[in-house]
């Protein structure tokens, strides 16, 4: 059984950062892509961004590319998403999720377990 725990959501104003993290458990971490997702009220979940097993190749979203920055620390077992330059429209709950151990997907399909999922609100 694999499980996610997300956290370092928040509140916070246009422009500031946040970096979230998602400790992973009963898989060997290293072996499988690792994304991140998000979910906006009313809308359907979302790709934000994905990392293959290395870290040597990332993928993003255009709405967050130069933005937002994926790594992975594989000796903790732990994926995280470095948020600058925070608008509005990147209010939503994000979560990560474990991918194949193929390459990585857009797809939230192709990914099969998922965190809980945390909160990041951004006022203007």
């Known amino acids: 059984q694999v499980q996610l725990v997300e956290s370092g959501g928040g509140l916070v104003q246009a422009g500031d950062s946040l970096r979230l993290s998602c400790a992973a458990s009963?898989?060997?971490?290293?072996?499988?892509?690792m994304g991140w997702f998000r979910q906006a009220p009313g809308k359907e979940r979302e790709f934000v961004a994905a990392?293959?097993?290395?870290?040597?190749?990332?993928y993003y979203a255009d709405s967050v590319k130069g933005r937002f920055t994926i790594s992975r620390d594989n000796a903790k077992n732990t994926v995280y998403l470095q948020m600058n330059n925070l608008k509005p429209e990147d209010t939503a709950v994000y979560y990560c999720?474990?991918?194949?151990?193929?390459?990585?997907?857009?797809?939230?399909?192709?990914?099969?377990?998922w965190g809980q999922g945390t909160q990041v609100t951004v006022s203007s």
């Open positions: 999720a474990v991918g194949s151990e193929a390459g990585a997907s857009r797809w939230a399909g192709d990914y099969d377990y």
């Open positions: 009963g898989r060997t971490f290293s072996r499988y892509v």
């Open positions: 990392i293959r097993q290395s870290g040597g190749s990332t």
